[in-house]
């Protein structure tokens, strides 16, 4: 009896927490760890779960600056077999690639939106001469009307003025 109240303290109790921590874990609480680390397997078990808990909730944060657009540094591998790291870098590689041609596709759109602005600027330009020739024509037009009926009716005015003064000057004579 003395022997299975033993086993259970040391044996079944600690696996029965670490089971619930694991469970707690699981479902995304990263910053709880087991106490009672120790030589034995159970104690060597929870260290091995505790250094699992702490990478994973490192790699959690890095993926969340990643998520906020901070690329910056690559995850250090925890060995050559860590899958998640791998991946983490692979994407964080992608992202850059994406984020490096996202830019210079900004920046082609910047200088295209430039050239479009000096296009529409020139476009205003040269539909405002186009209208000021239009005005100018037209007053050109109107003034040209009047002084072309003066400048080819003056022979012929010139000619009745001088018959009405010769006529007058029949009608009227001046001492």
Request: hydrophobic letters at 35%; glycine letters at 6%; zero cysteines.
């Amino acid at each position: 009896m003395i022997g299975g109240f033993v086993l259970s303290r040391s044996v079944v109790q600690p696996i029965e927490d670490t089971t619930l921590l694991l469970e707690e874990m699981s479902l995304g609480k990263l910053d709880l760890r087991l106490l009672g680390t120790g030589k034995d397997e159970i104690g060597r078990m929870r260290s091995a779960l505790n250094q699992y808990a702490e990478q994973l909730e490192s790699k959690v944060q890095r993926l969340r600056e990643i998520t906020d657009g901070k690329l910056g540094h690559k995850i250090s591998l925890t060995s050559e077999e860590d899958l998640l790291g791998l991946v983490m870098n692979e994407m964080i590689d992608h992202l850059q690639e994406s984020r490096d041609q996202l830019l210079e596709e900004i920046e082609d759109h910047k200088q295209s939106k430039r050239i479009l602005e000096e296009t529409q600027s020139q476009l205003i330009q040269s539909e405002k001469l186009s209208s000021l020739g239009q005005l100018v024509a037209g007053i050109a037009h109107e003034i040209n009307n009047p002084v072309n009926f003066l400048q080819s009716n003056y022979f012929a005015m010139n000619q009745s003025v001088n018959e009405i003064k010769s006529l007058l000057g029949e009608l009227l004579p001046i001492n």
